[in-house]
């Protein structure tokens, strides 16, 4: 890619009077970011890879340990393979005329019994930033390829197109400890390595004063969440600077995100430090989220109440005739649901969905309650064709003990319901 703009230019300059890496960093490298192992075999005898040590393992299960002789964390592997390899990236922060970058390296280890490790280290891209937020990338030439890891080695270091892949791979990489940050970024509290990617960290403060006042007051966690939700930044800044005024250190700023997002919807003052900063947040936050539950349940009512109002008029033309019927064995009270709202009301206390389907908008079938000792006990569905019943549901559309017993008296009844269709 050909540079365009002044930055671009400088960068293409620049990146070509870099200095190469030194034996000391890539022993960090080694060291560092590469997992190093220890292979076991049948005899629970263990063979470290780095230095050639043996000895006899009686754990009875993988993990890591401390090598006895050269003191490396190595993870044992029960194997009769005598090779492993493994392969990493690093990254080293450091500057360069004025600009910051970031320089990743993929470092490759073989590892053979019995002899010392190879490792080999190549310089795939930089990342290039400096005091006024331009940004621009160098790079190997990448292979089409959905793995983000397809480089092409023999290509050289130039120009490239920013892409995410670049700022994943920079993101998991291990960060050599000894870096150099530019004098405007260290001004706004930036001087080592944190949580977040470096790089998307840099941006965030030199943009945004908000992401500044967070890395300053110490609130590296709260930060990194909101720079993956920018949203919920614009959304919750003003509550959050209340936290930051009364020196209230969030538990988990997830919940508390939530948690405000609740206190909204309740109308509460989500500017008052009584309501912001919860002596428990946990429990400010169940307790949030039950009243906000029970406030969209009334919604949720009210809305099923206006639409059975106007459902109502329907009803009638359809059912209206067979309203007021009622008869009983003595112990089973059998009467039709008398109005849209009936059907609510039974279907809310029975919980189920003979309000939510309309059934008394079906025009060949007719809902009656079923109730012993005046306590709802089933719903029953009865044909207006051949006044069978068609289902008869308890709670939760279970049967009752008194199940056979209501189908009985409903279909022992149904002249009541004929002379009526007739009429």
């Given at each position: 890619?050909?540079?365009?703009?002044?930055?671009?230019?400088?960068?293409?300059?620049?990146?070509?009077?870099?200095?190469?890496?030194?034996?000391?960093?890539?022993?960090?490298?080694?060291?560092?970011?590469?997992?190093?192992?220890?292979?076991?075999?049948?005899?629970?005898?263990?063979?470290?890879?780095?230095?050639?040590?043996?000895?006899?393992?009686?754990?009875?299960?993988?993990?890591?340990?401390?090598?006895?002789?050269?003191?490396a964390t190595i993870e044992i592997k029960d194997t009769?393979?005598?090779?492993?390899?493994?392969?990493?990236?690093?990254?080293?922060?450091?500057?360069?005329?004025?600009?910051?970058?970031?320089?990743?390296?993929?470092?490759?280890?073989?590892?053979?019994?019995?002899?010392?490790?190879?490792?080999?280290?190549?310089?795939?891209?930089?990342?290039?930033?400096?005091?006024?937020?331009?940004?621009?990338?160098?790079?190997?030439?990448?292979?089409?390829?959905?793995?983000?890891?397809?480089?092409?080695?023999?290509?050289?270091?130039?120009?490239?197109?920013?892409?995410?892949?670049?700022?994943?791979?920079?993101?998991?990489?291990?960060?050599?400890?000894?870096?150099?940050?530019?004098?405007?970024?260290?001004?706004?509290?930036?001087?080592?390595?944190?949580?977040?990617?470096?790089?998307?960290?840099?941006?965030?403060?030199?943009?945004?004063?908000?992401?500044?006042?967070?890395?300053?007051?110490?609130r590296g966690s709260d930060l990194a969440y909101f720079?993956?939700?920018?949203?919920?930044?614009?959304?919750?800044?003003?509550?959050?600077?209340?936290?930051?005024?009364?020196?209230?250190?969030?538990?988990?700023?997830?919940?508390?995100?939530?948690?405000?997002?609740?206190?909204?919807?309740?109308?509460?003052?989500?500017?008052?430090?009584?309501?912001?900063?919860?002596?428990?947040?946990?429990?400010?936050?169940?307790?949030?989220?039950?009243?906000?539950?029970?406030?969209?349940?009334?919604?949720?009512?009210?809305?099923?109440?206006?639409?059975?109002?106007?459902?109502?008029?329907?009803?009638?033309?359809?059912?209206?005739?067979?309203?007021?019927?009622?008869?009983?064995?003595?112990?089973?009270?059998?009467?039709?649901?008398?109005?849209?709202?009936?059907?609510?009301?039974?279907?809310?206390?029975?919980?189920?969905?003979?309000?939510?389907?309309?059934?008394?908008?079906?025009?060949?079938?007719?809902?009656?309650?079923?109730?012993?000792?005046?306590?709802?006990?089933?719903?029953?569905?009865?044909?207006?064709?051949?006044?069978?019943?068609?289902?008869?549901?308890?709670?939760?559309?279970?049967?009752?003990?008194?199940?056979?017993?209501?189908?009985?008296?409903?279909?022992?009844?149904?002249?009541?319901?004929?002379?009526?269709?007739?009429?």
């Amino acid at each position: 890619m050909r540079p365009h703009t002044r930055f671009q230019h400088k960068v293409a300059a620049v990146n070509e009077r870099l200095s190469p890496i030194t034996e000391t960093q890539k022993q960090w490298g080694f060291r560092n970011a590469l997992k190093h192992y220890a292979i076991r075999n049948a005899k629970g005898v263990a063979t470290c890879l780095d230095c050639g040590h043996q000895w006899h393992s009686t754990a009875n299960t993988e993990g890591e340990t401390k090598c006895p002789d050269c003191g490396a964390t190595i993870e044992i592997k029960d194997t009769q393979c005598r090779k492993l390899t493994d392969r990493r990236y690093f990254s080293i922060i450091t500057t360069a005329e004025g600009i910051q970058v970031q320089r990743v390296f993929r470092i490759e280890a073989v590892y053979r019994k019995h002899r010392k490790p190879e490792y080999s280290i190549v310089e795939q891209f930089r990342l290039w930033l400096d005091g006024d937020c331009h940004s621009a990338v160098t790079s190997r030439r990448r292979s089409l390829s959905y793995y983000v890891d397809c480089f092409v080695e023999c290509s050289d270091i130039e120009l490239r197109s920013d892409n995410e892949c670049y700022h994943y791979l920079a993101g998991i990489s291990e960060v050599y400890p000894r870096i150099k940050v530019l004098p405007k970024i260290k001004r706004n509290g930036l001087n080592g390595t944190s949580e977040i990617p470096f790089m998307k960290l840099a941006k965030a403060i030199l943009t945004d004063s908000r992401a500044e006042t967070m890395l300053k007051a110490g609130r590296g966690s709260d930060l990194a969440y909101f720079l993956q939700h920018p949203k919920r930044l614009e959304e919750l800044w003003s509550s959050y600077r209340i936290t930051l005024r009364n020196g209230y250190r969030i538990a988990d700023i997830s919940i508390w995100a939530d948690y405000i997002a609740l206190l909204t919807r309740l109308g509460k003052d989500t500017h008052n430090a009584h309501y912001v900063c919860p002596d428990n947040l946990s429990e400010a936050h169940n307790k949030a989220h039950r009243k906000a539950m029970e406030h969209e349940n009334r919604r949720e009512r009210a809305e099923k109440r206006k639409k059975a109002a106007g459902d109502e008029a329907r009803f009638r033309e359809l059912k209206g005739r067979f309203v007021g019927i009622y008869f009983t064995d003595g112990t089973i009270e059998v009467s039709v649901l008398g109005s849209v709202n009936e059907y609510l009301e039974e279907s809310a206390a029975l919980h189920h969905c003979c309000f939510a389907s309309e059934y008394y908008l079906k025009p060949n079938s007719l809902c009656l309650s079923a109730r012993v000792n005046g306590e709802r006990t089933e719903t029953v569905e009865l044909s207006l064709t051949d006044f069978r019943v068609l289902q008869s549901r308890g709670l939760c559309n279970s049967n009752t003990p008194y199940h056979d017993r209501i189908i009985r008296l409903v279909e022992s009844n149904a002249n009541l319901f004929r002379r009526q269709l007739g009429a």
